[in-house]
């Protein structure tokens, strides 16, 4: 690939890699070979830039991500795409827990499974989930869309307060106040802008096979009479 | 935090070199206990005969005396072979008796394991440094457990360290913690089960060798312990035919797996594993919580 600069972690440092990223302006393009599950790949990424890491990695890949697009051909481990910010982070393979944790913005996608707790406490990032999601996943989640197009674990969504969830196959059991909710034309828009966006790692899935979840708001709230003070004051 | 990692040969492929591929699993967990570190190897050994692993730390011991005393309560021969600090006793005659006679009568030695197939070592420091001087890269066999430790429950001594092994060739390593040990090591003791340390991960591997002492299979045991077990564990653990994995209900110590047509492997940590033969093209998920995974060599 022309333009392209090639780390191969089994020769080169992670620090010369994520150096490299730091330092890269807008446009930049990279391939990572040999990560061999190496920890923190890719991380702290602000610029708009294109890379892709041929292999599997470990914990926190493409943490604190901003702007650019980070794909990986193969599995991730705990805390991929950490506190994500904007941009896209994507893996071919499955993820282990905590995928997504805390991100505030942008898409992450993970074409096989995710494990425990993914999108624990998101704030407002995207996730599509092309296989299963494990237990406790989208745990206190506070805004963004969970997309899952397998089944979901134990505890979905628990203690959950305005994210959305969007699940095609089998909820094993919901979490606290979480409860379905009706599939509205706006969360159907949502949904198949979503599934588009993961094309090029999720299979296509119809909108229509898919059950919304969300907050019952009894939890969150000092005082239940306040609820639809504050729904409308969120404009929801 | 700890390291564990476990592999377990499905075929003959990899079980001359069950051991190199060990140490290249420990070595990559080395950042993850720093400690002190241990390792397991189970192999066919020879029928009949018992293996009897015993640490003796900064002690000297007479061990043709010791074997000579033990021939008697067993009434079969003893042999010795000494590794460093560890020595291993092989015998026709009762293991898990000759196990409490020498934890009842030769001071200050530590008994690690005792089966068939089963040999255990341990030291305090580096655990390239460990496996080194065990020799863990020469061993051959069916399967392997190995830990490296960060204390928290217990002072960085070889006897807190890992594998916890109480039973005839059933051992465990743990990351986590577990909070109802000590009552748990009382009603085991009262079950028969004995105990060489005040370490958490000991009581669970007491729990295990009592259930299957008691006739429980494996699944049967970690059923059990499901239970019977509080606090934070993944378990990797190894019995006489086979492996298996338990994580606890809520699962937050990490664990990896991948399995392949000759072997499955877990690991704290997936670099543990990338190093593996065919681990590219091997299926690797997260094990889920409270759900009970097992290997059989008889599968």
Redesign the interface.
Known sequence: MSGVRTFDLAEATRRDLNGALHAAGAGGRFEVLNP????AVACGITADIDVVVR?????YCAGMHQRGRVLVEG?A??GLAENIMSGTVRIT??A??SAAATGCGGLVVVGG?A??RCGISMKGVDIVVGGDA??MSAFMAQAGNLVVCGDA?ADLGDSIYEARIFVRGDVESLGADCVEKEMRPEHVDTLARLLAAAASTVEGADPAEFRRYGSARRLYNFNIDDVDALARAAGR | MCGIVGLFCKTETHRHELGRLTAVMLR?MRDRGPDSAGFASYDPGEPGRTRITVLAEGVEVDWAAVAGALEGVLDAAVTVRAVHDHAVLSTDGDGRVARQWIIDNVADVTVLSYGAQIELYKAVGDPDLVAERYDLASRRGTHALAHTRMATESAVTTRGSHPFATGADTCLVHNGSLSNHNRLRRHLEGHGESFQTENDSEVAAGYLSWRIRSGDSISQALQGALSDLDGFYTFAIGVADGFAILRDPI??K?A?VAETDDWVAMSS???????LPGA?DAE???P??ARIYTWSLAA
Do not use: D, L
Request: charged residues 20%; aromatic residues 8%.
């Open positions: 061999r599950g190496a920890h292999g599997s990695v470990g914990y599995n481990s705990t393979g499955n282990t827990m499974n494990g425990a494990g237990h674990a | 990559e699962a937050c990490p990896v940590e997936y670099r543990a594993i990338a190093r590219v690797v998920w997260e889920e919580p």
